[in-house]
């Protein structure tokens, strides 16, 4: 019972509505999408930076992370899982922990990525 709440659960699964239903889940789905292309343009925009100014090899895992937290929002656009939200969790405490460093370290007037 805890195994599976931790680890193993679906807490939903997307299905497409019949027509005159409230289209909730559509809209979720929608929005994981949305989220998940914001997340990988975010990785780009990192990642372009990166190529234009070369600054430090960390900035190549910051990209990455943004990508593969944009990966989790386009899995979860089909269902979440127990395993997915821990991985997006630890995916976004990797994502914060490298910001902070590259941010600090080498764009200390940059604020948004």
């Known amino acids: 019972m805890i195994l599976d ?3 193993t659960r679906t807490w939903w699964r ?3 509505v ?3 239903d409230f289209p909730m889940p559509g809209y979720v789905h929608a929005f994981n999408l949305f989220e998940g292309t914001a997340w990988v343009v975010f990785g780009l925009l990192v990642l372009a930076r990166y190529l234009r100014r070369g600054r430090a090899a960390i900035e190549i895992g910051y990209a990455l992370a943004f990508f593969a937290f944009g990966l989790t929002d386009f899995i ?3 269902a979440l899982t127990s395993w997915l939200i821990w991985a ?3 995916n976004l405490i990797v994502l914060a922990r490298l910001r902070a460093v590259v941010i600090r370290r080498y764009y200390p007037a940059s604020k948004l990525y």
């Open 18 to 20: 019949a027509p005159g």
């Open 88 to 90: 997006k969790l630890a």
């Open 5 to 7: 709440l931790l680890w």
């Open 14 to 16: 997307y299905r497409p």
């Open 76 to 78: 979860e656009a089909r």
